[in-house]
């Protein structure tokens, strides 16, 4: 067959890599021509990884350092683009299939480009469902690609949700590892170094997901992006801590069957998943041993420790851009912490603070709408964070 071509947002990140040793695994320049890849500041290892796969296009999101991208690939032929207008150039171009690995709101802008002029999305970035969910999920059905779930709950789910018995579809259920915190009291959490926060018992992972991770807010982003992506209403979607992740979600039906997707925790599982989709792919990851694993725990998750997915039901339940004001809040309070100028409880607490303050907000239409609930909420947790340190 003729090779697939595919476009990275967000090459130089944790999802990013292991795409491109996914894509070496499946038969590198055999099986995919590669387009463009984007990065923002790591512009060496973005060099790089564009000269090893020959891609056409690198593109850095930060316009600064065009001269420094440009003249690190000189002479390659591969061309060069930088800031906002380059990701969307990267997002445009023809391309069969776009990974969508940028962190943050920064990658809303090239995936909603890229899902409207029709490409099959593999979505790592769970923000566009999360702040822009309606607006995404109506941008992909009109452009009329695949939209293809990379997050790993989400792949477990979409693995398992067979549409056509959607009616019978009781219950999604996500697990979660419960993180590094999973058993500190709230008083040790409140001291809680960054270092700490950031050391995840079983994945490796970009930054602000792994502290998403010790707070749980990146498990109430995913309630919010499972809404978005599979349909089903927010009481319909359980979260579980399950610390050894190895089952990687469920979905429950309605003669109490519960289907699940297991494997070792490696996110190449999930991304050759979405890039062979709906083939399967033959991927040198590990296998289970169930012998050696001998057991599987669950318990339920505390949500006086880990208020965030109180936070995800309570913003599903308000609606309008609560999500997106929830997301907004969280990914600058995750900032303040990583820089020392908050404490880890901080960070929940500006999130609900701002979800509080902007509640009579009007819901987005637009994704300039979506734009502007996002700076406001940023703004506000800024100025929060600000009070926070100057209290302290
Ligand atoms: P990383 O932080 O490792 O990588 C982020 C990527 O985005 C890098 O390529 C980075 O460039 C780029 N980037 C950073 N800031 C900007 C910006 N302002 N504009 C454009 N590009 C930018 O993140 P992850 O790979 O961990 O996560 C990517 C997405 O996938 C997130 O939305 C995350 O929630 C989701 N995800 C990740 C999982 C994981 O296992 N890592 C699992 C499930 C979902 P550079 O490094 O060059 O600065
Ligand atoms: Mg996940």
């Not at 463009?36 to 020959?54: D, P, S, Y």
């Not at 171009?93 to 990974?99: F, I, K, N, S």
């Not at 308000?318 to 004001?325: D, H, L």
Request: charged content about 20%; overall charge negative; proline content about 4%.
């Amino acid at each position: 067959p003729a090779p697939q071509k595919i476009t990275i947002l967000g090459a130089t990140g944790s999802i990013g890599c292991n795409t491109l040793d996914v894509i070496a695994q499946l038969g590198g320049r055999a099986a995919f021509e590669v387009e463009a890849l984007t990065g923002h500041a790591n512009i060496g290892l973005l060099a790089e990884q564009a000269k090893a796969v020959g891609a056409r296009l690198a593109v850095t999101a930060d316009e600064g350092l065009y001269g420094a991208l440009k003249s690190a690939l000189a002479g390659t032929g591969i061309a060069v683009a930088a800031g906002a207008s380059g990701l969307l150039e990267a997002a445009e171009r023809e391309a069969d299939l776009v990974m969508a690995a940028i962190v943050g709101t920064a990658g809303l802008a090239p995936t909603l480009a890229a899902a409207a002029r029709g490409a099959d999305i593999a979505l790592a970035n769970k923000e566009c469902l999360v702040s822009a969910g309606p607006l995404f999920v109506a941008a992909v059905a009109e452009g009329g690609g695949a939209l293809i779930p990379v997050d790993s709950e989400h792949s477990a789910i979409f693995q398992s949700f067979d549409e056509r018995q959607r009616h019978a579809v009781e219950r999604l259920v996500l697990t979660a590892s419960g993180g590094p915190f999973r058993k500190m009291s709230r008083e040790e959490m409140a001291h809680v170094t960054p270092e700490r926060a950031r050391a995840h018992p079983n994945w490796s992972m970009g930054l602000k997901i792994s502290i998403g991770s010790a707070t749980m807010f990146n498990k109430a982003l995913e309630m919010v992006e499972a809404h978005h992506l599979f349909g089903v209403a927010p009481e319909a979607i359980e979260v579980i801590v399950h610390p050894q992740s190895i089952i990687h979600s469920m979905v429950g039906y309605s003669d109490g069957s519960v289907i699940a997707q297991l494997g070792a925790p490696d996110m190449r599982t999930a991304i050759g998943y979405a890039l062979a989709y709906p083939r399967r792919p033959a991927l040198n990851v590990e296998r289970l041993d169930f012998a050696r694993l001998a057991r599987l725990d669950f318990e339920a998750p505390d949500e006086v420790r880990f208020p965030a997915l109180r936070l995800a039901r309570l913003s599903m339940e308000r609606g309008g851009v609560q999500s997106a004001v929830m997301n907004a809040a969280e990914e600058v309070a995750c900032a303040a912490f990583v820089a020392g100028r908050i404490g880890f409880l901080a960070m929940a607490e500006v999130a609900e603070a701002v979800m509080d303050e902007m509640t009579g907000w009007p819901p987005a239409e637009t994704i300039e709408a979506v734009f502007a609930a996002d700076a406001e909420a940023r703004r506000r947790a800024a100025d929060r964070i600000n009070r926070l340190e100057r209290a302290a």
